[in-house]
């Protein structure tokens, strides 16, 4: 199979390095042309992909835009390095982003704001387009996207040239 974008191949090998990032997640598969559900994604069955004894994997996943109010306050605990209880002012979904505005007990104000390529923008101050962006730790942005990777929501991936899931055609959404 290529994909336009970058016209990369996408061996069973490429899938099964990006899909296991997806392990615990329900998929779906073929063995001898028959149809298999997987409530969830084990090693094993990217060893039996890897092997040819399952064909078409494909991983159930969310768009990054179906995220909940919980996992946005948790995205921002984890960028903020804190387990302060933040309380939710403001959610905001408009199709091509969702926006979160939420503030702690001392007041301090965040925002989170995340669009439909899964990139996420942290801010602090009174009104998020004036707020200042700020600085995430590497390690915490890694965490950030562990944990909604985890929670099964479809991100763009490096080894497919940015595309998420779906559009690589590895995916389908719930």
Not at 84 to 89: F, K, P, Q, R, S
Not at 114 to 117: F, K, Q, S, Y
């Given at each position: 199979?290529?994909i336009?974008?970058?016209e990369?191949?996408?061996?069973?090998?490429?899938?099964?390095k990006?899909v296991?990032?997806?392990?615990g997640?329900?998929?779906?598969?073929?063995?001898?042309g028959?149809?298999?559900y997987?409530s969830?994604?084990?090693?094993?069955?990217?060893?039996?992909?890897?092997?040819?004894k399952?064909?078409?994997?494909?991983?159930?996943?969310?768009p990054?835009?179906?995220?909940?109010i919980?996992?946005s306050i948790e995205i921002?605990?984890?960028?903020?390095?804190?387990?302060?209880?933040?309380?939710?002012?403001e959610y905001?979904?408009?199709?091509?982003?969702?926006?979160?505005?939420?503030e702690?007990?001392?007041n301090?104000?965040?925002?989170?704001r995340?669009?439909?390529?899964g990139d996420?923008?942290?801010?602090?101050?009174?009104?998020?387009?004036?707020a200042?962006?700020?600085?995430v730790?590497p390690?915490h942005?890694f965490?950030?996207?562990e944990?909604?990777?985890a929670?099964g929501?479809?991100?763009?991936?490096?080894?497919?040239?940015?595309?998420?899931?779906?559009e690589?055609g590895?995916?389908?959404?719930?």
């Open positions: 199979m290529n336009n974008k970058n990369m191949e996408i061996t069973r090998k490429l899938t099964a990006v296991a990032q997806y392990i997640q329900p998929a779906s598969g073929q063995i001898s028959k149809g298999l997987m969830f994604l084990t090693l094993g069955d990217l060893a039996l992909y890897e092997r040819n399952i064909d078409n994997i494909c991983v159930v996943l969310r990054i835009l179906s995220i909940t919980e996992d921002l605990k984890i960028i903020d390095d804190s387990n302060i209880d933040y309380t939710l002012t905001v979904k408009d199709g091509f982003n969702v926006i979160c505005k939420v702690s007990p001392n301090k104000t965040m925002w989170l995340v669009d439909d390529d996420i923008m942290i801010a602090r101050g009174s009104a998020f387009y004036r200042d962006y700020i600085q730790l390690i942005l965490q950030a996207y944990y909604l990777k929670k929501y479809d991100l763009p991936n490096h080894l497919l040239g940015m595309k998420t899931l779906k690589a590895l995916a389908k959404y719930k």
